[in-house]
Antibody, heavy 121, light 107 residues
Framework: QVQLVQSGAEVKRPGASVKVSCKAS????????IHWVRQAPGQRPEWMGW????????KYSPNLQDGVTFTRDTYATIAYLELASLSSEDTAVYYC??????????????WGQGTLVTVSS | DIQMTQSPSSLSASVGDRVTITCRAS??????VNWYQQKPGNAPQVLIY???SLQRGVPSRFSGSGSETDFTLTISSLQPEDFATYYC?????????FGQGTRLEIK
């Protein structure tokens, strides 16, 4: 079955960086886009962007601050999210999700369990 | 950015009730709307895609309708497991955006 399993919770100091992983299984990784969505406490989800797992093309939300990078390892079927220069505003649960396109409409049919990143001094 | 505004923000209902949640887009987005259910501590799960298509495995008591700027999610007969927060999401243009959520509580 399709699974996206994310790395564990992280606590970081302001100014540090963090790398979150998303291990995919149960489907052909290279055929899909992997999206990153974050959700601050009590807030709506915020879409961050996607990476095409096959060709590595990326699309970032124009609302993101600098310091966000999506990468992937096609052989290990893992997608990564790296956040640099963390601030308290980056405290959130970060989700990876598989993107599906149906007649031009994009939605997320499988999600990882989420990774809580806490930024605190 | 396209703004998605849901109403109501919260709703109290009883098991067996019929419930409708609405979502309005700040511009016309055809049928590029999806609906998700989120329970505390869990990731969102898709219910409806492309405004009215039921995701495989989702109970048929969930339905969606609408086009252009106005969309609705209907639950025909509430079950205990349906008490959760619901989000609409548009995929018409980048950045993809979500509504602020509708929290469905037990009356």
């Amino acid at each position: 079955q399709v699974q996206l399993v994310q790395s564990g919770a992280e606590v970081k100091r302001p100014g540090a960086s963090v790398k979150v992983s998303c291990k995919a299984s149960g489907f052909t990784f290279s055929r899909y886009t992997i999206h990153w969505v974050r959700q601050a406490p009590g807030q709506r989800p915020e879409w961050m962007g996607w990476i095409h797992a096959g060709n590595g093309n990326t699309k970032y939300s124009p609302n993101l601050q600098d310091g966000v990078t999506f990468t992937r390892d096609t052989y290990a079927t893992i997608a990564y999210l790296e956040l640099a220069s963390l601030s308290s505003e980056d405290t959130a649960v970060y989700y990876c999700a598989r993107g599906v396109a149906v007649t031009g409409n994009y939605y997320f049919d499988y999600w990882g369990q989420g990774t809580l990143v806490t930024v605190s001094s | 950015d396209i703004q998605m505004t849901q109403s109501p923000s919260s709703l109290s209902a009883s098991v067996g009730d019929r419930v409708t949640i609405t979502c309005r887009a700040s511009q016309s987005i055809s049928i590029f709307v999806n609906w998700y259910q989120q329970k505390p501590g869990n990731a969102p799960q898709v219910l409806i895609y492309a405004a009215s298509s039921l995701q495989r495995g989702v109970p048929s008591r969930f339905s969606g309708s609408g086009s252009e700027t106005d969309f609705t999610l209907t639950i025909s007969s509430l079950q205990p497991e349906d008490f959760a927060t619901y989000y609409c999401q548009q995929s018409y243009s980048i950045p993809l955006t979500f509504g602020q959520g509708t929290r469905l509580e037990i009356k």
